[in-house]
């Protein structure tokens, strides 16, 4: 069993940064791919980004490369997500995912244990 529990967002203006954390409980975290959703307003979930269990090599959805940037610190049981150069469509609840499985998935529907969400409001 694993829990999960996101901080780390808030209200920042366009072209702003977040830095999101994603803390697991568990002894086994550092066996799980990692992955980070977001659901805007009336919108699907969708992938952010992914992080794998044993390499660290991360995935992203084309809308964030180079924006974005997902790292884990296994040792801490903490992943985390950097949101550089805001934009008010960034705006949306971001949650983290955890999937028993050495690589992340795109789908949703491919990981175990969900966090609750952390909003991330970017103002114009």
């Known amino acids: 069993q694993v829990q999960l529990e996101e901080s780390g967002g808030g209200l920042v203006q366009a072209g702003g940064s977040l830095r999101l954390s994603c803390a697991a409980s568990g002894r086994t975290f550092g066996t799980y791919a990692m992955g980070w959703f977001r659901q805007g307003l009336g919108n699907e979930r969708e992938f952010v980004a992914g992080i794998s269990w044993r390499s660290g090599s991360t995935y992203y959805a084309d809308s964030v490369k180079g924006q974005f940037t997902i790292s884990r610190d296994n040792a801490k049981n903490t992943v985390y997500l950097q949101l550089n150069s805001l934009k008010p469509e960034d705006t949306a609840v971001y949650s983290c995912?955890?999937?028993?499985?050495?690589?992340?998935?795109?789908?949703?529907?491919?990981?175990?244990?969900w966090g609750q969400g952390t909003q991330v409001t970017v103002s114009s």
């Open positions: 995912a955890a999937r028993s499985s050495t690589l992340p998935s795109r789908r949703a529907g491919d990981y175990d244990y």
